[in-house]
């Protein structure tokens, strides 16, 4: 079965203040992880997709990197617009259309 | 495009009684899920569909709900009777094949 744990739960920064959000996954035969960030009253919305360990991607101040057992994003110099709570997903081989959601981080950016 | 788009936006209602949830999904888009988020469980997969045909419901959590998709515009997920362990934002999404997935912004159930 496919799992994915993300930490912290919460994480408080202040406007500037740069920090990575983790995802820890355990998969069989991975096909994808994804990152989507998540407004309140508001549908999951697409950020990255990473396929092969050592891949990165990069969106504004939002970079998402790739290990085997692993994914991080990491946040350069926050903005308070950057609050949202962010998902990870990984989509195993064994699952072959589905998408395993991890728990979230929901960050908060203090001005 | 207008995205996916589900309806209604917030739903209370008492138990026993039914409940219908509405999705019209991305034209194109060959795969359509349903999803249920809560804090306790986060997102959980109900049931997909690929070319309007359900590929995988393990994820319906009882006899009580039912999913259809008559077409490939439009599908429901149905709770006959709700009860308030239902309580939850259930979200619809679509994809095309091996394609990014897109939410709708999710029907907010309330079961009292």
């Known amino acids: 079965e496919d799992q994915v744990t993300q930490s912290p739960e919460a994480l408080r920064l202040q406007e500037g203040e740069s920090s990575s959000l983790n995802c820890s996954y355990t998969v069989s035969g991975l096909r994808g992880l994804f990152w989507y960030r998540q407004d309140p009253g508001k549908g999951p919305e697409f950020l990255f997709t990473l396929y092969s360990a050592g891949e990165e991607k990069e969106k504004e101040r939002l970079k998402a990197t790739l290990t085997k057992k692993e994914s991080f994003l990491h946040i350069t110099a926050p903005k308070p617009e950057d609050s949202a709570t962010y998902l990870c997903?990984?989509?195993?081989?064994?699952?072959?259309?589905?998408?395993?959601f991890g728990s979230g981080t929901q960050l908060t950016v203090l001005p | 495009d207008a995205g996916v788009i589900q309806s209604p936006r917030h739903e209370v209602t008492e138990m026993g009684q039914e409940v219908t949830l509405r999705c019209k999904p991305i034209?194109?888009?060959?795969?359509l899920f349903w999803y249920r988020q809560t804090m306790m469980r986060g997102l959980e997969l109900l049931i997909y569909?690929?070319?309007?045909?359900?590929?995988?419901d393990s994820g319906m959590p009882e006899d009580r709900f039912s999913a259809k998709m008559p077409n490939a515009s439009f599908s429901t997920l149905k709770i006959q009777p709700s009860e308030p362990r239902d309580s939850a934002v259930y979200f619809c999404?679509?994809?095309?094949?091996?394609?990014?997935?897109?939410f709708g912004s999710g029907t907010q159930l309330s079961v009292l």
């Open positions: 569909f690929n070319n309007n045909v359900p590929i995988d």
């Open positions: 997903a990984v989509q195993g081989g064994g699952s072959a259309r589905q998408l395993t």
């Open positions: 034209s194109g888009h060959d795969y």
């Open positions: 999404a679509s994809r095309a094949h091996n394609e990014k997935l897109f």
